[in-house]
T-cell receptor, first 115, second 113 residues
Framework: DAGVIQSPRHEVTEMGQEVTLRCKPI?????LFWYRQTMMRGLELLIY????????DSGMPEDRFSAKMPNASFSTLKIQPSEPRDSAVYFC?????????????FGSGTRLTVV | AQSVTQLDSHVSVSEGTPVLLRCNYS??????LFWYVQHPNKGLQLLLK??????LVKGINGFEAEFKKSETSFHLTKPSAHMSDAAEYFC???????????FGTGTRLQVFP
């Protein structure tokens, strides 16, 4: 298995532009997670899906952020409009389940820079 | 609420010497604990997990961690550091109420030749 695949690896965009981050989870994993990593705040869970359905989006910082999972093999995280404070590394992870019995498999991340 | 505290933000060791990365947890019940490693420009990789079975947990790449309830600790160790161990290490607890993973602030391990 190729693991969790994220694209692009790096994204540089101007403030106000729309940004779309993409993720392909491991086949058979029913759970998909989007995390954001910054120096100031560490790793934050933004949203997670179970069987393509959003379960908890309480970590989504504001309405400019949206996430979708149209099928079991693809998810997107969209920021519109983007702002410099959105600059961070965004990770996608997938898992067979949630909670203490499951480890998550992370992708390599998308490094977003908003100028 | 559950939480983890990583006691050192940076640890430096010489190649071939032991590694100790410290983590204390706070939980009102028996927690599920993990260690993840993040190499530069990479995603996080699961090293090992504790889920109330054996208190000494062996992970990948020669790492292990011991769950000590009396000390509320889950320290990560390795007998002999290798240059390839240089990375950021995260102690993680699973919140039983929300099933979310709660990450520590990370410990950056440097290994000198």
């Amino acid at each position: 298995d190729a693991g969790v695949i994220q694209s692009p690896r790096h994204e540089v965009t101007e403030m106000g532009q729309e940004v779309t981050l993409r993720c392909k989870p491991i086949s058979g994993h029913d759970y998909l997670f989007w995390y954001r990593q910054t120096m100031m705040r560490g790793l934050e869970l933004l949203i997670y899906f179970n069987n393509n359905v959003p379960i908890d989006d309480s970590g989504m910082p504001e309405d400019r952020f949206s996430a979708k999972m149209p099928n079991a093999s693809f998810s997107t995280l969209k920021i519109q409009p983007s702002e410099p404070r959105d600059s961070a590394v965004y990770f996608c992870a997938s898992s067979l389940g949630v909670g203490g019995n499951y480890g998550y498999t992370f992708g390599s991340g998308t490094r977003l820079t908003v100028v | 609420a559950q939480s983890v505290t990583q006691l050192d933000s940076h640890v430096s060791v010489s190649e071939g010497t032991p590694v100790l990365l410290r983590c204390n947890y706070s939980s009102s019940y028996s927690p599920s604990l993990f260690w993840y490693v993040q190499h530069p420009n990479k995603g996080l990789q699961l090293l090992l997990k504790y889920t109330s079975a054996a208190t000494l947990v062996k992970g990948i790449n020669g790492f292990e961690a011991e769950f000590k309830k009396s000390e509320t600790s889950f320290h990560l160790t390795k007998p002999s550091a290798h240059m390839s161990d240089a990375a950021e290490y995260f102690c993680v607890v699973s919140d039983r109420n929300t099933d979310k993973l709660i990450f520590g602030t990370g410990t950056r391990l440097q290994v000198f030749p």
